[in-house]
C-alpha cells in the first residue's frame, strides 16, 4: 500500500472514490494558493511602504520652494522697503511650513528607516529661522538703519540654507530607504517564485500518485468484478465477490453476488419444479442477459478508469447498481412503473456514458400509472434493441423515446426510435419470426420473441407486440396490458 493510500486511510476517506478526489482536489487547490495568498499580501505591504516613501519625498521637496522662493522673497522685499513688516506673509508661510514638518514627523512610525532625525533638525532650524524673522521685525519697529536690515536678513537667509540643507538631507535619507524597500520586494519577488515552482512540482507529483492511486483502487476491483462475472456467466454460480475497499463498488458487488445466488436458486428451482418449466425458462433467459450487458458495462468502466475520467467511472458505477438493484427486486416479478422507470433512467444512462452523442431518449410515463405494476424486463430489452439494431446503425446517432400512457383499462408502453429502420422484407420476416415463438431469429428477434413469451404467458392475452418501420426512417414497437394496482386489482 503506498504513502497516499496510508495517508487517506488515516483521515477516512480511503473508502469512497468520491472522498478521495475531493480530498485531492482540495489538496491540491491548498498548494497553489497558500503561496499566492502569501506572496500577494507581502507584496502589497512593501508596496505600501514604497509608496508611503514616496510620497513623504514629494511632501519634503514641496517645503524647499516654501522656504526658498516665497519667504526669502518676501523677507527681502520687507527689507528694501516694497513692503512693511506688519502687512506681510512671512508668518502664514512659517506656519504652513511648520504644519507640514509636523504632519511628517507624525507620519513617520518609530523605528521605520526614513528622515526622522534630518527632518527633527530641520524643525529646530525652522524655529530659529522664526526667531531670526521676529528679531528683524523688532529691531525694523526700533528705527533700525537699512545695512543693520541687510546684515539680519542675510543671517535669516544663511538659516534657510541651513534648513534647506536638511530637507535635502532628508530627501536622501528618504531615497535610501525606498531602495531598502524595493531591495526587500526584488528579494521577495525571487524567494516567492522559488516557492512557487517548488510546490508546483509538489502539486505535480501529488496529481500523478493520487491519479495512480485513484486509477489503482478502480481498474483493481473493477478487474476483479469482471472475472467474477466471467465466472459467473460460465456457470460458475457457487462464486462470491469479496466486497471491495470503495463504497461506490460494495453495493455493485453485494447486487452481483446476490444475482449469482438467485440465479444459482433458480437453476436449482427448474430442476426440481417442471411443472412451471416455461416460467422457470424465461427466468433463465432473463437472467442469461445479464453478464453479457455486465460485459460490455464493466470494460466501458474500466476504459473510462484507465482515461482518467473518475466522475463518469462514479457516475456508470451508480447507474450500474441501481439497474442490477431493479432487476433483482427482491426475485420478484411485478414491479411498479416508477421503478421501470429507474430501472429505463440506470440502463440508459450507463448507454448514453457509453456512446456519448449518438444516442438520445426521452422518457414520457402518465403520472396516474407510477404506482401501478409492470412486468419487469420488459421495455428494457426494447429499449436495447432500438439501440443495438437502429440508432448504432444509423450514421449520426438517433433518438429513443419511451411512451407508457393510460388507454382505457389497459396501458399502451411503446418503443420509438428514429434508426435505421426496416425495409418490409425484413419486417414481414421479423413479424414471422414472432409467430413461430423466435425460432431462428437471431439476436435482435430472440429478445423480442422473449418479450413477447412473457406478455401472453402473465398477462393471459393472445396480443403481444406491434411493430412498425420503414428503411432509414426508425422502428416503433408497441404492446398493451391490463393494469394492475399495487394490491393485485
Not at 526622522?116 to 519697529?141: C, K, W
Not at 500523478?208 to 454460480?237: M, N, T, V
Not at 440508432?391 to 434508426?419: A, C, F, T, Y
Request: proline share 2%.
Amino acid at each position: 500500500m503506498s504513502l497516499l493510500e496510508n495517508l487517506l486511510r488515516k483521515t477516512g476517506v480511503a473508502n469512497s472514490l468520491r472522498s478521495r478526489i475531493r480530498a485531492a482536489q482540495s489538496v491540491l487547490l491548498v498548494l497553489m494558493l497558500i503561496p499566492a495568498v502569501v506572496a500577494i499580501s507581502l507584496m502589497m505591504v512593501f508596496s505600501t511602504q514604497y509608496h508611503r516613501v514616496i510620497l513623504h519625498m514629494e511632501q519634503v521637496s514641496s517645503l524647499k520652494p516654501l522656504i526658498q522662493e516665497e519667504l526669502l522673497v518676501s523677507m527681502r522685499e520687507i527689507v528694501v522697503g516694497r513692503a512693511q513688516f506688519e502687512q506681510g506673509v512671512q508668518y502664514a508661510y512659517l506656519d504652513a511650513a511648520e504644519s507640514l514638518l509636523d504632519a511628517l514627523l507624525d507620519a513617520l512610525n518609530e523605528g521605520e528607516p526614513g528622515s526622522r532625525v534630518e527632518l527633527t533638525v530641520a524643525r529646530r532650524t525652522l524655529g530659529t529661522l522664526r526667531r531670526y524673522i521676529d528679531m528683524l521685525g523688532a529691531q525694523m519697529r526700533d528705527g533700525s538703519t537699512v545695512d543693520e536690515d541687510v546684515a539680519q536678513l542675510e543671517e535669516i537667509q544663511n538659516v534657510a540654507a541651513l534648513f534647506l540643507e536638511m530637507l535635502q538631507d532628508a530627501l536622501y535619507a528618504d531615497i535610501k530607504a525606498a531602495g531598502q524597500a524595493n531591495h526587500r520586494m526584488q528579494s521577495l519577488i525571487v524567494t516567492t517564485l522559488g516557492v512557487e515552482i517548488a510546490l508546483l512540482f509538489l502539486s505535480l507529483v501529488f496529481a500523478i500518485l493520487s491519479q495512480r492511486s485513484l486509477s489503482r483502487s478502480i481498474r483493481d476491483p473493477i478487474d476483479h468484478l469482471k472475472r467474477f462475472a466471467g465466472r459467473i456467466a460460465a456457470g460458475e454460480l457457487q462464486e462470491r465477490a469479496e466486497p471491495p475497499r470503495a463504497e461506490e463498488l460494495q453495493e455493485l458487488t453485494q447486487s452481483l453476488n446476490t444475482m449469482a445466488e438467485k440465479l444459482e436458486r433458480l437453476i436449482a428451482e427448474n430442476t426440481r419444479e417442471q411443472q412451471n418449466l416455461k416460467k422457470s425458462e424465461l427466468r433463465a433467459l432473463q437472467a442469461q442477459i445479464t453478464p453479457h450487458f455486465l460485459y460490455n458495462t464493466l470494460d466501458a468502466i474500466i476504459w473510462l478508469a484507465e482515461s482518467k475520467r473518475t466522475a463518469e467511472v462514479v457516475q456508470i458505477t451508480s447507474a450500474l447498481s441501481d439497474f442490477f438493484r431493479t432487476s433483482l427486486s427482491r426475485g420478484e416479478d411485478w414491479i411498479t412503473i416508477r421503478q421501470e422507470q429507474d430501472h429505463l433512467l440506470g440502463y440508459l444512462t450507463i448507454l448514453h456514458v457509453r456512446y456519448r452523442d449518438i444516442l438520445k431518449y426521452e422518457i414520457d410515463i402518465d403520472e396516474r400509472l407510477y404506482d401501478c405494476h409492470i412486468l419487469k424486463l420488459l421495455i428494457q430489452p426494447l429499449v436495447e434493441n432500438a439501440v443495438y439494431h437502429g440508432i448504432k446503425n444509423k450514421r449520426g446517432g438517433g433518438l429513443v423515446q419511451v411512451s407508457i400512457q393510460k388507454q382505457g383499462e389497459h396501458m399502451r408502453v411503446e418503443v420509438r426510435d428514429n434508426g435505421a429502420g426496416m425495409n418490409e422484407e425484413k419486417l414481414a420476416q421479423l413479424r414471422r419470426t414472432l409467430e413461430t415463438s423466435g425460432q431462428s431469429a437471431g439476436e435482435a428477434g430472440y429478445g423480442l420473441s422473449s418479450v413477447e413469451k412473457r406478455i401472453k404467458l402473465y398477462c393471459n392475452q393472445n396480443d403481444g407486440l406491434y411493430i412498425e418501420s420503414i428503411a432509414g426512417e426508425g422502428t416503433t414497437v408497441r404492446f398493451f396490458m391490463p393494469i394492475r394496482r399495487i394490491n393485485g386489482a
